[in-house]
């Protein structure tokens, strides 16, 4: 087993690996940039060492300072978590090329899966219906025009590398198109230090389905299916496993699919594999996360399997013990981020202290978060400040309980997006499934209305 292992990441994140090394006797060193020297995983770890001042490039994604503090505290372990370095290939292979374990799947595999192109490419070779994409590299304008022409508007622009969204525009016409590429292209540098982005056919109003899996190279697992569909500005807002609104028909097709590419890449660890699924049931292979993902919570609720601890294990060489037969699924599970952002002001980031914080609870309530009342919550990083988990029997039921703990948890000092999503949760289409990736566009006035409805409401009685 490994014995001491590095935490490459921040907030709840390094939270949550820090609980799984602890409950398995691993020794944690976790990093941190000064402006989160108020983390509270800082005191909980082993070890904590100061990587660097503020911004992001200096600290978290700062390979060679990251390497130097493993090696110097004698980790044999470093887990990337999610963000970041997690999808670096170049990252991985200078870890392992120390001599130290990359909690993560082998460099080579994490470059293929990594570049949209090949990835896609590989999954049309054993069979797995691809969104076909068309890279933009040295083609005239004249060239490009045409491409999106045979494709047909709209089309998609997505960053070759990394993921989460980043480097991703719609386009609906030609006049739009160069402009665009031009914002493309500069988010895909300034989030994953490559430029390079391609086109593919934007599927309309599709449902965003993920399968996480888990390998140890020789035998693989699938964990059942997560539903995130509920997303703003391709950022993922909710998630739910199982998905109640797709055909078991489907979700087996998507199993091995999944499967067929991890054996196809024999990948080890933790990952996630994305589709993209219409109206009648066409699916598409979107990517793959060769990681964590944020929403690992809920299936975990569902299956009562801890996927940062198999992670562990199976870098650890232990293999992966469990066998498809034993996963089962129980209930269901939601989760709900919570950003720092004011919806009533474009949400906009929010920072600042949190001066008053009450967290839920109940049975089968999760809040996975570093915050805690005196918490500065810096400007520098993602908004993302914690998750609220709930499973209840039903999907229903668990809609009630996600309600139940946004209306107890309060979060004073900042704006926060709960007030949002509680409202998201009363409303009809939602409740009977009828979402798509772009549902929160196309309900966001509605929901923001909604949103001050209750707050006067709230107000009045109070």
Do not use: W
């Amino acid at each position: 087993m490994i014995k001491k292992v590095l935490i490459a990441n921040r907030g709840e994140c390094a939270l949550s690996i820090l609980r799984s090394a602890r409950e398995l006797g691993i020794e944690t060193l976790v990093i941190y940039s000064k402006a989160d020297a108020n983390q509270s995983y800082i005191y909980l770890a082993d070890e904590a060492i100061c990587i660097g001042d503020k911004f992001s490039k200096d600290t978290y994604l700062n390979m060679d300072a990251i390497i130097t503090c493993a090696k110097e505290k004698k980790c044999d372990a470093i887990h990337p978590g999610y963000g970041f370095l997690s999808e670096s290939h170049e990252f991985a292979k200078k870890v392992t090329d120390e001599g130290i374990i990359f909690i993560g799947p082998d460099p080579d595999v994490i470059e293929l899966m990594g570049d949209k192109i090949q990835a896609k490419k590989l999954m049309e070779k054993i069979g797995v219906p691809v969104a076909k994409g068309i890279p933009i590299d040295k083609q005239r304008d004249e060239e490009i025009l045409k491409i999106c022409e045979d494709i047909g508007y709209p089309i998609l622009l997505k960053a070759r590398s990394g993921g989460g969204g980043k480097g991703m525009r719609r386009v609906d016409s030609k006049e739009e198109i160069f402009h665009s590429i031009n914002l493309a292209k500069a988010e895909a540098k300034a989030s994953f230090g490559d430029e390079k982005i391609f086109i593919e056919k934007l599927i309309e109003q599709p449902r965003h389905i993920e399968v996480q899996i888990l390998s140890d190279g020789d035998k693989a697992i699938h964990l059942f299916e997560r539903e995130c569909s509920l997303q703003r500005n391709n950022q993922k807002l909710l998630e739910e496993a199982p998905c109640n609104f797709i055909s078991e028909k489907l979700k087996e097709k998507l199993y091995k699919a999944s499967l067929d590419c991890v054996k196809a890449t024999k990948y080890t660890g933790a990952g996630t594999i994305e589709f993209l699924v219409d109206n009648e049931e066409n699916f598409y292979f979107c990517e793959m996360n060769t990681r964590l993902q944020v929403e690992h919570a809920v299936t975990e609720m569902i299956t009562g399997i801890d996927i940062i601890k198999e992670q562990f294990k199976i870098a650890s060489g232990i293999g992966l013990l469990i066998n498809q037969e034993d996963v089962k699924c129980s209930g269901h599970s939601i989760e709900v981020r919570i950003n720092s952002v004011d919806p009533l002001n474009n949400f906009m980031p929010s920072s600042g202290r949190i001066d008053f914080l009450f967290t839920p609870g109940g049975m089968d309530t999760r809040f996975d978060s570093a915050i805690y009342k005196g918490f500065d919550v810096p400007i520098f990083y993602d908004s993302m400040i914690g998750k609220i988990i709930v499973k209840d029997n039903k999907r229903l039921n668990a809609i009630k309980k996600l309600r139940r703990s946004i209306e107890e948890t309060m979060i004073e000092g900042i704006k926060t997006n709960l007030g949002f999503m509680y409202a998201l949760l009363f409303d009809v289409d939602f409740l009977k499934g009828r979402i798509h990736t772009n549902y929160i566009k196309d309900k966001e006035e509605y929901l923001i209305n909604k949103m001050k409805e209750v707050a006067k409401n709230v107000h009045e009685r109070s």
